[in-house]
């Protein structure tokens, strides 16, 4: 198996980290800013519920 | 039971965001795994297959913008002045990923984590470029008006494809660390589990953006109806006092 003896592990493994927590984190943002939005304004004005 | 809590969520949203996760999983297999190292870049090819997606889905945000833009400087209607500022905002988060994932993957390859190349170059103009682009739109302008400041946004818009062009074809223009087009010839220079894990990466990345970019519109649209709320109960409150002060005398 390759992950064994991978090179450069420290680098791949905060190219990859790196993306993932920042989306992660601005997904969950948005979803939350979302939510927060959604409780003031009215049913009809959310046309995707 | 209680009514459930009002979301920027729907169903064709939660099914894209399920795909997003369970694609997720399978591209880090692939992409730490079960694809094999590369030749000349060893492991480190590996973050090729987060940086080349974060770098399509940025660009695409990017024209996403530009059309926003244009649409918007034609019709003015609020639909495309949402989608313009929230392809904007996604692609912000594209672009800067794009640029740490380079910068990482290009210490191990390069021995250096900058360098003034055409491409990284023209990348962080297109991230600085977003960035002003958002600031356009809401910077408090105090001698102008709500018109004004779209008009200035949208045209920095405009310009957000066009470096997207620049950022494509620097590498054959100018002298580049870049390497010439990897995977839009006919011929692509990568194949087999390697060419299947990118393209699998771009799948994966475009599930992901199309998930946040749905969800940032919807925040969007919900802001402009929270504002509109918002300025309408603000005049009628002025007109209210207005009204009571007309009275008075």
Request: with cysteine; charged share 15%.
């Amino acid at each position: 198996m390759a992950g064994f003896a991978m090179t450069h592990v420290g680098y791949v493994a905060a190219g990859w980290t790196i993306p993932l927590v920042a989306l992660g984190a601005y997904a969950l943002r948005t979803v939350r800013r979302g939510r927060q939005l959604a409780e003031q304004v009215p049913p009809e004005e959310r046309r995707w519920s | 039971m209680s009514a459930p809590r009002p979301t920027t969520g729907s169903p064709a949203t939660r099914l894209l965001g399920g795909l997003s996760l369970a694609g997720l999983v399978l591209l880090l297999g692939y992409a730490l795994w079960w694809s094999p190292a590369d030749v000349v870049q060893k492991d480190s090819v590996r973050i090729m297959y987060v940086h080349v997606p974060t770098a399509i889905m940025a660009f695409t945000a990017c024209g996403i913008t530009t059309l926003a833009s244009a649409m918007w400087l034609r019709r003015r209607s609020e639909g495309w002045w949402v989608l313009g500022g929230a392809a904007a905002e996604v692609g912000i988060v594209f672009t800067a990923a794009c640029l740490v994932t380079g910068s990482i993957w290009g210490r191990p390859t390069w021995g250096t984590y900058w360098d003034w190349d055409p491409r990284i170059t023209s990348t962080t103009l297109l991230f600085i470029m977003l960035v002003g682009y958002l600031a356009l739109r809401r910077i408090d302008n105090e001698s102008g008006n709500a018109a004004q400041r779209g008009m200035r946004a949208a045209i920095v818009g405009l310009l957000l494809f066009p470096n997207v062009m620049i950022v494509h074809y620097s590498v054959d223009w100018w002298r580049s660390l870049h390497q010439t087009a990897t995977i839009t010839r006919l011929d692509p220079s990568i194949e087999g589990t390697m060419l299947f894990t990118l393209m699998l990466g771009i799948a994966v990345f475009g599930l992901v953006f199309a998930w946040m970019l749905i969800h940032r519109f919807r925040v969007g649209w919900l802001e402009e109806r929270v504002g509109a709320t918002g300025l309408d109960a603000a005049l009628l409150e002025r007109r209210a006092e207005a009204g009571v002060a007309g009275g008075a005398r």
